[in-house]
């Protein structure tokens, strides 16, 4: 944040490695602390839509019948709306800021997980190995979490990890519309 007129608008040297903005302050560690921010709230977003889809979508499936069919028309509901333009709408109602972008971005983007994690579950749910394991006694959400979830780990965690940049360009899109990230962070 230091000011420094004199060394305003110098070219990449080996002080500065990017050189300096209008206010002579260092553009490569104003971007290093920039993106610090940036991963750092994306990865707290998909870690709680993981979370979050993942539970609503292996409790859907697992529960199967009418809450099956509730919790899926809610989750079609938020995915008929452009993703990024309900983002905005929620970020609207909430104010600028990183936490109400990080709250409009989770709002939007754990469908995704929910339905995902929806589909292996089904897949799971009748195989043999699940039928072992009632014979053995398992049984309700005990069931679900030691033998079925694990297996939806590797497919989830690949999908968190495409999603970490597409929230990145969320996060930066809501702070350019002014809904994000404001000055000076």
């Avoid at 539970?55 to 069919?69: H, K, M, P, R, Y």
């Avoid at 983002?87 to 990183?98: N, P, W």
């Avoid at 694990?150 to 002014?178: C, E, K, R, W």
């Amino acid at each position: 944040y230091a000011v420094n007129m004199d060394s305003a608008f110098l070219p990449p040297c080996r002080e500065y490695i990017f050189g300096t903005d209008n206010l002579g302050r260092c553009v490569f560690c104003r971007i290093a602390a920039g993106s610090l921010e940036s991963i750092l709230s994306a990865v707290i977003v998909v870690a709680a839509v993981t979370l979050f889809g993942m539970t609503v979508g292996a409790l859907s499936a697992f529960a199967g019948g009418a809450a099956d069919s509730i919790m899926m028309k809610i989750t079609l509901v938020f995915q008929a709306f452009p993703s990024f333009v309900l983002a905005i709408a929620i970020g609207a109602v909430l104010g600028s800021g990183t936490l109400n972008a990080m709250i409009a971005l989770i709002a939007v983007y754990w469908t995704t997980y929910a339905r995902l994690s929806r589909s292996m579950v089904l897949s799971y749910k009748n195989d043999n190995y699940i039928k072992a394991a009632k014979l053995y006694g398992a049984k309700g959400i005990s069931l679900l979490a030691k033998y079925i979830t694990p297996n939806t780990a590797g497919t989830m965690a690949v999908t968190a990890a495409q999603d970490v940049g597409n929230v990145i360009l969320s996060m930066s899109a809501l702070s350019f519309i002014g809904l994000g990230a404001q000055r000076p962070t």
